[in-house]
């Protein structure tokens, strides 16, 4: 897979809006899969346990029937869930860079919140 997005770095970006996030609603940790890992590869909150990160996930909740989860996939896209009154909606945007991913994830974050 190519390696478009620095998971890191999105993550670095990401956790300075936690804060402000957290304000609205309950933000669950960042998780990590492996691009090494063995078949099926398992989802971790251990960032140290994860050798070449291949996704970067984290779900936020306003209540049990409004939710949020993304995946950033470092190949350059996001899977998104959003919940809201029971009704899902499918997103998947794609981006070339950390600054297109970060500016997707936050954005959906700002309509989820709003």
Known sequence: ??????????????????PQWRRTATVGPFTWRDENAAWPQPITED???VEVPESLGVRLSLDPDDEAEFCVWTGGWADIV?????????????????????????????DFLA
């Open 1 to 18: 897979m190519d390696h478009l997005i620095d998971l890191d770095e999105l993550a670095a970006r990401l956790a300075t809006m936690v």
């Open 47 to 49: 960032r140290a346990a």
């Open 82 to 110: 959003l919940v809201m009154d029971g009704e899902a909606l499918d997103l998947c945007p794609e981006f070339h860079d950390v600054d297109g991913a970060y500016a997707a994830v936050v954005r959906t974050v700002e």
